[in-house]
């Protein structure tokens, strides 16, 4: 299922300057970023849960929002793009 991730973290100190960087980190693990703060994830249940886990983990629940959004298995209906850096195709080949 294609899951949308965002964050937003308190960075007004050196501490939530690190939960930034460990939070997108994980989001890279799993993802692609589309926006600075936005991930993209094909994820099963399974994977769902860990992500979640790890991301709660690591943020500060009286400074910073997490937010997840299940898309689904029939996303592409549900994802309009327009404007500069055209979309991905998040099943696609992935070169790095």
């Known amino acids: 299922m294609l899951v949308l991730i965002s964050y937003d973290v308190n960075t007004q100190d050196a501490a939530g300057r690190r939960r930034l960087r460990l939070i997108a980190k994980q989001c890279v693990n799993y993802g692609q970023r589309v926006q600075n703060s936005v991930f993209e994830c094909i994820l099963d249940a ?3 849960r860990q992500l979640q886990h790890k ?38 080949v992935l070169m790095v």
Request: net charge negative; proline share 2%.
């Open 46 to 48: 399974a994977q769902c």
């Open 55 to 92: 991301l709660c983990s690591l943020m500060d629940k009286e400074k910073d929002s997490l937010r997840f959004y299940y898309l689904g298995n029939r996303y592409e209906a549900k994802v309009e793009h327009f404007g500069i850096n055209a979309g991905y195709q998040p099943e696609g």
